[in-house]
């Protein structure tokens, strides 16, 4: 029996979603200042509709970033609070993999380049191919501006199937290195943090709650190509 609770408010966007035994039940809902006031409540409706506690979660997931930087100072404040609490080990997801794993779920995306706006005339962007119902990085993940983007090589000569992702919707000439859009997912949710989260928890990569930490990426500005992509 398997129950990871997963939390994020890294984008405009603030989820939560509850992984119970194959069973799932989420909440999201788009409110960029709102996060502070919805996360908690959503975590509380989850468990008291799971009928659980946090005592007899698993793991807690949260949205390790790139996102706002506030936003995901948030998710890990509020992980870190309540695994200190109920002695959980968090499992940090990067928000890049979650929103390719949404655009495998809900637009059947192989092949998904996901790019998310990180202002400043910028893009976190990252590339994934699906592996065993997972999407999987072929790319390190980075933030650049779109024309360095659309530049690269690096980036791969492959047609990429989907974009997903606010940057795409804020840069359209991205659109120009994948074959379609997946609208149905913009931004990243919490329910698509478990997949990858439940993977960590079975094979033991969890860790404290004072060892959890956030991913902005802004120190990185170029492509890095990973060992056997």
Known sequence: ????????????????????????????????????????????????EGELTLNQLDGLAFGR???????????LGVAQGLAYGADLPL??????????????????GERVLAAIDARMGEIYVGAYRLEQGLMVGTIEERVLAPEHFLDTTEAGTDSWQLGVGSGFV???????????????????????????????????????????????????VTWQKLPGR
């Open 170 to 220: 804020t840069y359209a000439e991205l659109m120009s290195r994948v074959e379609g859009r997946c609208e149905a997912v913009p931004f990243p949710e919490a329910r698509d943090l478990l997949p990858k989260a439940v993977e960590l928890w079975r094979t033991g990569m969890g860790v404290a709650a004072a060892d959890a930490r956030p991913v902005y990426l802004r120190d990185k």
């Open 65 to 75: 970033g790139p996102g706002s930087f506030t936003g995901v100072r948030i998710t």
């Open 1 to 48: 029996m398997t129950r990871i609770l997963a939390i994020d408010t890294a984008t405009e966007a603030c989820s939560a979603a509850l992984w119970q035994n194959g069973e799932l039940l989420s909440r999201y809902q788009v409110a960029p200042r709102g996060h502070t006031d919805l996360i908690l409540p959503m975590v509380a409706e989850l468990l008291a």
């Open 91 to 108: 499992l940090g997801v990067s928000n890049l993999q979650a929103l390719a794993q949404g655009a495998h779920r809900a637009c059947g």
